[in-house]
Antibody, heavy 121, light 107 residues
Framework: QVQLQQSGPGLVKPSQTLSLTCVIS??????????WNWIRQSPSRGLEWLGR?????????DYALSVKSRITINPDTSKNQFSLQLNSVTPEDTAVYYC???????????WGQGTLVTVSS | VIWMTQSPSLLSASTGDRVTISCRMS??????LAWYQQKPGKAPELLIY???TLQSGVPSRFSGSGSGTHFTLTISCLQSEDFATYYC?????????FGQGTKVEIK
């Protein structure tokens, strides 16, 4: 059974960096058949896919255009986890952030518990 | 970007009812559509993928149909645990996008 456990601060000041980590159990961040996604949810933007990292003989990343200049998703094979960094945050980035596994079918079949991140001074 | 229109946004129903939720695409996506259920304070859960394939463990009262630009999620006999918000998601083209959601509430 795949489980994803998120961690990270719930409050970030404007202009600073939002950092979250997702620890994977029951699968590998280096899997050749999965991708590891970050998705956020807010009342104003709904569910919004942010980006993913995946391994297919080498590492790849894809990012949403809306955050492409500010986002980094990194795998950590030694700890079997992946992370999200979102720079220069504003109150618009306030949301519940989820990590999720994207299966070979292309859908998010396992999700983390979610982390409410509030951007406020 | 593919735009999605999910309807209705709110659906009032009673236990035992048959309910249908619609999801329309701005362009054809073949069968690359998924449905998720979300309960308050919880992450979305995958119900259906490839438009009509039930995810393992999902009750058979849930079904999906459609292809191209119009898709539906049907709950054949609504149970108390089915009162939740439902989202469609297309994964045909990058980036994957979600519908706005349909809240199924108790009538």
């Amino acid at each position: 059974q795949v489980q994803l456990q998120q961690s990270g601060p719930g409050l970030v000041k404007p202009s600073q960096t939002l950092s979250l980590t997702c620890v994977i159990s029951g699968d590998s961040v280096s899997s050749n058949s999965a991708a590891w996604n970050w998705i956020r949810q807010s009342p104003s933007r709904g569910l919004e896919w942010l980006g993913r990292t995946y391994y297919r003989s080498k590492w790849y990343n894809d990012y949403a255009l809306s955050v492409k200049s500010r986002i980094t998703i990194n795998p950590d094979t030694s700890k079997n986890q992946f992370s999200l960094q979102l720079n220069s945050v504003t109150p618009e980035d306030t949301a519940v952030y989820y990590c999720a596994r994207e299966s070979v079918a292309g859908t998010s079949d396992y999700w983390g518990q979610g982390t409410l991140v509030t951007v406020s001074s | 970007v593919i735009w999605m229109t999910q309807s209705p946004s709110l659906l009032s129903a009673s236990t035992g009812d048959r309910v249908t939720i619609s999801c329309r695409m701005s362009q054809g996506i073949s069968s690359y559509l998924a449905w998720y259920q979300q309960k308050p304070g919880k992450a979305p859960e995958l119900l259906i993928y490839a438009a009509s394939t039930l995810q393992s463990g999902v009750p058979s009262r849930f079904s999906g149909s459609g292809s191209g630009t119009h898709f539906t999620l049907t709950i054949s006999c609504l149970q108390s645990e089915d009162f939740a918000t439902y989202y469609c998601q297309q994964y045909y083209s990058f980036p994957p996008t979600f519908g706005q959601g349909t809240k199924v509430e108790i009538k």
